[in-house]
């Protein structure tokens, strides 16, 4: 059977195509290795860029990754370039010798399905908010005088873990370690910022746990709608959907632990909820501090 010669152009054209893609991907790869100022880069694909060495497990990619190009790199997904640090002398110098450079973030998803835009402290661009939120974290909610406040509380969690473990043993059952440790933190960190539980019952703390899990396992779909551009309009898989709803339902959640907070404001130990709320009333402070931006704060700290 004899092919028609415009197939055969059309393999040619393609084939053409694809080559000069390659021929310009290696050229940019070269050109930004001669680049002192970029931190190293595996050789990346036209259109895709470094996707497909990434996997589920994305820790893991980073990981190996990083054991050869080093703990600052970077990677580009698509359209999107990040930077990828991945041990804590480099983390240190993100984070805290040159934070500010390093302030501006992308916001996460599309507005249409962010309910808490402009109020999520780990995605807020270098402004008198970012300082008045980081001034927050660093002078009430992690102080060291706060934290002293919970050292009772930490004791209680790890007695729990604890007797967990005994039981286990005496009953001859097998104990996931890591599963009782997670609940352990997840407890804890549950009671210094609102003063409950976050397992063992379906209270506000298991479903506010519950709604974030269920945030984080979508964030990869939106990413993928992030890396390239023309799909970033539509809801990829329905997933921007379920997020805005999920980000409803966490919304009523946070709604009804800051009303019981209002309620019992005379607890002798104030948590996490107790000193946001004072600092949304005081009527002296650098920034108003709005409810939403409370919730932001939480659903950032749950995640």
Same mark, same amino acid.
């Given at each position: 059977?004899?092919?028609?010669?415009?197939?055969?152009?059309?393999?040619?054209?393609?084939?053409?195509?694809?080559? =000069?893609?390659?021929?310009?991907?290696?050229?940019?790869?070269?050109?930004? $290795?001669?680049?002192? &100022?970029?931190?190293?880069?595996?050789?990346?694909?036209?259109?895709? $860029?470094?996707?497909?060495?990434?996997?589920?497990?994305?820790?893991?990619?980073?990981?190996?990754?990083?054991?050869?190009?080093?703990?600052?790199?970077?990677?580009?997904?698509? /359209?999107?370039? &990040?930077?990828?640090?991945?041990? $804590?002398?480099?983390?240190?110098?993100?984070?805290?010798?040159?934070?500010?450079?390093?302030?501006?973030?992308?916001?996460? $998803?599309?507005?249409?399905? &962010?309910?808490?835009?402009?109020? !999520?402290?780990?995605?807020?661009?270098?402004?008198?908010?970012? #300082?008045?939120? *980081?001034?927050?974290?660093?002078?009430?909610?992690?102080?060291?005088? &706060?934290?002293?406040?919970?050292?009772?509380?930490?004791?209680?969690?790890?007695?729990?873990? !604890?007797?967990?473990?005994?039981?286990?043993?005496?009953?001859?059952?097998?104990?996931?370690?890591?599963?009782?440790?997670?609940?352990?933190?997840?407890?804890?960190?549950?009671?210094?910022?609102?003063?409950?539980?976050?397992?063992?019952?379906?209270?506000? /703390?298991?479903?506010?746990?519950?709604?974030?899990?269920? #945030?984080?396992?979508?964030?990869?779909?939106?990413?993928?709608?992030?890396? =390239?551009?023309?799909?970033?309009?539509?809801?990829? =898989? /329905?997933?921007?959907?379920?997020? *805005?709803?999920?980000?409803?339902?966490?919304?009523? !959640?946070?709604?009804?632990?800051?009303? *019981?907070?209002?309620?019992?404001?005379?607890?002798?130990?104030?948590?996490?909820?107790?000193? !946001?709320?004072?600092?949304?009333?005081?009527?002296?402070?650098?920034?108003?501090?709005?409810?939403?931006?409370?919730?932001?704060?939480?659903?950032?700290?749950?995640?």
């Amino acid at each position: 059977m004899e092919i028609p010669i415009d197939v055969h152009l059309h393999y040619v054209f393609f084939f053409f195509c694809l080559a =000069f893609l390659v021929a310009v991907s290696v050229k940019k790869s070269r050109k930004s $290795g001669q680049n002192s &100022q970029l931190p190293p880069s595996p050789p990346a694909l036209p259109v895709i $860029g470094h996707l497909h060495l990434l996997s589920s497990t994305l820790h893991i990619s980073f990981k190996n990754l990083a054991s050869r190009y080093g703990p600052f790199m970077l990677i580009r997904a698509g /359209g999107v370039t &990040q930077y990828v640090v991945s041990n $804590g002398a480099a983390a240190k110098q993100v984070f805290k010798t040159h934070d500010i450079k390093f302030a501006a973030r992308p916001e996460f $998803g599309s507005a249409d399905h &962010q309910i808490y835009k402009d109020t !999520l402290f780990s995605t807020l661009n270098y402004s008198k908010y970012w #300082i008045f939120m *980081k001034k927050i974290c660093m002078m009430e909610i992690l102080s060291a005088q &706060q934290i002293s406040r919970f050292s009772d509380v930490r004791k209680e969690e790890r007695m729990r873990l !604890l007797q967990v473990f005994s039981k286990k043993s005496e009953d001859g059952e097998a104990c996931d370690v890591g599963v009782e440790l997670m609940a352990m933190t997840n407890n804890l960190i549950s009671r210094m910022t609102m003063s409950t539980r976050c397992s063992g019952d379906a209270n506000d /703390g298991a479903q506010i746990r519950e709604v974030a899990k269920g #945030i984080t396992l979508l964030s990869g779909l939106l990413s993928l709608g992030e890396a =390239f551009s023309l799909l970033k309009k539509y809801d990829l =898989f /329905g997933a921007g959907r379920k997020v *805005k709803a999920l980000l409803l339902r966490f919304d009523a !959640l946070m709604d009804g632990i800051i009303l *019981k907070h209002e309620e019992e404001n005379q607890r002798e130990r104030k948590d996490m909820m107790d000193i !946001l709320l004072r600092i949304s009333k005081d009527p002296t402070a650098e920034v108003k501090l709005t409810k939403m931006g409370i919730k932001g704060l939480f659903l950032v700290s749950s995640m």
